[in-house]
């Protein structure tokens, strides 16, 4: 079944202890993408990847890490957590993101819910 | 970064009532996207609109491209319980590769 899975689904974390939430793709996608969600905000983009290796700040990059190393896994790394990173966070995977032409939808994991206190 | 604000915020309609929403920015789009969340999974595409005053269907639903390119309107016809969920638009910024989301739209569906 073509999937992006996101782990784990829920963290509670206390302020300054790094983590990473893992997201992977069987789709053989290129595009991946980071976003979180919070109420009234909608989905702000954190960090975006076109392919291996190649990754570029979305909206909402500080406080964040990504790497892209494999095709099929797009990690976000939190340093050094903090309460305002709280958040409902989503990974996106797409084949194409072409300026000409959005035909290619995202296909979104299943959410990850992060609590720093 | 662009800014997409959809209106109304949330809704409570009734079952069989007609339902539309919109969504303006603050800059041209040249495509708009219409993507729904379910309570407790992440958004899925539900129409995608690529030229102004388009009009796309998608059985129940129906969405237009603003001739402004500023805006885009969805509508849902006869609302039924599984219409539950958080509407967003999105579209790519013009001449990036990152693609921004609205603020949404809840929708709840009173049987």
């Known amino acids: 079944e073509a999937q992006v899975t996101q782990n784990p689904r829920y963290l509670i974390t206390v302020t300054g202890k790094k983590l990473t939430v893992t997201c992977s793709q069987n789709m053989n996608h290129e595009y991946m993408s980071w976003y979180r969600q919070d109420p009234g905000l909608g989905l702000r983009q954190i960090y975006y990847?076109?392919?291996?290796?190649?990754?570029d700040k979305g909206d909402v990059p500080e406080g964040y890490k990504v790497s892209r190393k494999e095709k099929r896994n797009f990690p976000l790394i939190l340093e050094s957590p903090s309460p305002n990173q709280t958040s409902l966070y989503f990974c996106a995977s797409s084949s194409r993101v072409d300026r000409a032409s959005y035909n290619s939808p995202l296909h979104f994991g299943n959410g990850t819910r992060l609590t720093v206190t | 970064g662009q800014q997409l604000n959809q209106s109304p915020q949330s809704m409570f309609i009734q079952e069989g009532e007609d339902v539309s929403m919109n969504c303006t920015s603050s800059s041209i789009f040249n495509t708009w996207l219409w993507y729904k969340q379910d309570p407790g999974e992440g958004p899925v595409l539900l129409i995608a609109l690529y030229k102004a005053g388009e009009l796309t269907s998608n059985g129940r639903l129906t969405a237009q491209f603003g001739i402004t390119r500023k805006d885009s309107f969805l509508n849902i016809s006869a609302s039924i319980p599984s219409d539950v969920g958080i509407y967003f638009c999105?579209?790519?910024?013009?001449?990036?590769?990152?693609?921004?989301f609205g603020t949404g739209t809840r929708l709840t569906v009173i049987p």
């Open positions: 999105a579209g790519p910024e013009a001449g990036a590769n990152n693609l921004f």
């Open positions: 990847s076109m392919n291996v290796e190649v990754t």
